[in-house]
């Protein structure tokens, strides 16, 4: 009877032991997170836009200066319609301008949004000259 009790002990502690060990898992590798996707860019690929745009902005700012310069040998009635449009590129250059640094000085999580509302501010700059040129011939 002892040896049979034993016997049971012996094999009921072996059936615990190996359920238990079923539930013990090893613990799983730690796998590295691939980067997120995301709409932000590197620091390099910001210097580069935001040295491609201060180059059109410098090329548009010259073009304003020609412009400029040709109304200033217009006639009075025309000098002082197309000052005025003039002063008005002048200024869509200026809030044009202020967005390029505020691109620059932006971090790398608004740059998305403020990239979108330079290039806003550029094409309406840019859409301001072809009109003035429409306008002047």
């Given at each position: 009877?002892?040896?049979?009790?034993?016997?049971?002990?012996?094999?009921?502690?072996?059936?615990?032991?190996?359920?238990?060990?079923?539930?013990?898992?090893?613990?799983?590798?730690?796998l590295?997170?691939?980067?997120?996707?995301?709409?932000?860019?590197?620091?390099?690929?910001?210097?580069?836009?935001?040295?491609?745009?201060?180059?059109?902005?410098?090329?548009?700012?010259?073009?304003?200066?020609?412009?400029?310069?040709?109304?200033?040998?217009a006639?009075?009635?025309?000098?002082?319609?197309?000052?005025?449009?003039?002063?008005?590129?002048?200024?869509?250059?200026?809030?044009?301008?202020?967005?390029?640094?505020?691109?620059?000085?932006?971090?790398?999580?608004?740059?998305?949004?403020?990239?979108?509302?330079?290039?806003?501010?550029?094409?309406?700059?840019?859409?301001?000259?072809?009109n003035?040129?429409?306008?002047?011939?």
């Amino acid at each position: 009877m002892k040896r049979l009790l034993s016997t049971t002990g012996v094999v009921i502690a072996l059936a615990f032991s190996g359920v238990a060990c079923d539930k013990i898992k090893p613990p799983q590798p730690q796998l590295q997170k691939p980067p997120a996707p995301s709409d932000q860019v590197s620091q390099g690929e910001h210097e580069a836009y935001s040295q491609a745009a201060q180059k059109e902005l410098d090329d548009l700012r010259n073009v304003i200066a020609e412009l400029k310069a040709k109304v200033a040998s217009a006639n009075q009635q025309t000098k002082v319609q197309l000052g005025e449009e003039i002063e008005k590129l002048e200024t869509k250059l200026r809030d044009t301008q202020q967005q390029l640094m505020a691109l620059k000085s932006g971090t790398v999580e608004s740059w998305t949004q403020l990239k979108m509302s330079f290039v806003k501010s550029l094409e309406q700059l840019k859409s301001g000259i072809e009109n003035y040129r429409k306008n002047a011939t």
